[in-house]
T-cell receptor, first 111, second 118 residues
Framework: RKEVEQDPGPFNVPEGATVAFNCTYSNSASQSFFWYRQDCRKEPKLLMSVYSSGNEDGRFTAQLNRASQYISLLIRDSKLSDSATYLCVVTPTSGTYKYIFGTGTRLKVLA | NAGVTQTPKFRVLKTGQSMTLLCAQDMNHEYMYWYRQDPGMGLRLIHYSVGEGTTAKGEVPDGYNVSRLKKQNFLLGLESAAPSQTSVYFC?????????????????FGAGSRLTVL
């Protein structure tokens, strides 16, 4: 089993739709969680960190479920510019250099 | 702030040639990393460094060497390039745990270096 797993998609959604991605992780001791966005042929960029209580940034909401070992990303009112690959990133233990990446979920927002 | 800068952005090599990719960061980060990204494989860690003068192997270190003589620079070398090393290479840096007062320990990437080995 991979340490971090994501549905590769693509998720094709119309503009204005709400879309959600999940990411599961295998190490129950994982400490930090992030969603990164990667545009085609560009570097990954931090979208948001995921906190235990859940957090929201504009149209984006991230949740952490430690009991079921997954994190989620909800995008409301999708824009064409949201089309990208979304990477789930987990650090397995505290005080570590190690970042574990999922292979990403591709989102296409259609006009 | 420039953040993380990689050079060169593109390079074509012939099998057996050598080259060095340079990564520079201006965020005073302790940790630096080299990843490669291939279609369907996600990001894989090649080597990393937890401070000036230190280096360590990641998941896929074979065929690569690294050096971190200065805190802000992390060099990735290919001594004898092979077609299997055709990839996009990303450098990244992060603060040492506890160094970032927000506690986020966010990983920041460079723009990438596209390497083709013929």
């Amino acid at each position: 089993r991979k340490e971090v797993e994501q549905d590769p998609g693509p998720f094709n959604v119309p503009e204005g739709a709400t879309v959600a991605f999940n990411c599961t992780y295998s190490n129950s001791a994982s400490q930090s969680f992030f969603w990164y966005r990667q545009d085609c042929r560009k570097e990954p960029k931090l979208l948001m960190s995921v906190y235990s209580s859940g957090n929201e940034d504009g149209r984006f909401t991230a949740q952490l479920n430690r009991a079921s070992q997954y994190i989620s990303l909800l995008i409301r009112d999708s824009k064409l510019s949201d089309s990208a690959t979304y990477l789930c990133v987990v650090t397995p233990t505290s005080g570590t250099y190690k970042y574990i990446f999922g292979t990403g979920t591709r989102l296409k927002v259609l006009a | 702030n420039a953040g993380v800068t990689q050079t060169p952005k593109f390079r074509v090599l012939k099998t057996g040639q050598s080259m060095t990719l340079l990564c520079a960061q201006d965020m005073n980060h302790e940790y630096m990393y080299w990843y490669r990204q291939d279609p369907g494989m996600g990001l894989r860690l090649i080597h990393y460094s937890v401070g000036e003068g230190t280096t360590a192997k990641g998941e896929v270190p074979d065929g690569y060497n690294v050096s971190r003589l200065k805190k802000q620079n992390f060099l990735l070398g290919l001594e004898s390039a092979a077609p299997s090393q055709t990839s996009v290479y990303f450098c990244a840096s992060s603060p040492m745990p506890g160094q970032d007062i927000s506690g986020a320990n966010v990983l920041t990437f460079g723009a990438g270096s596209r390497l083709t080995v013929l």
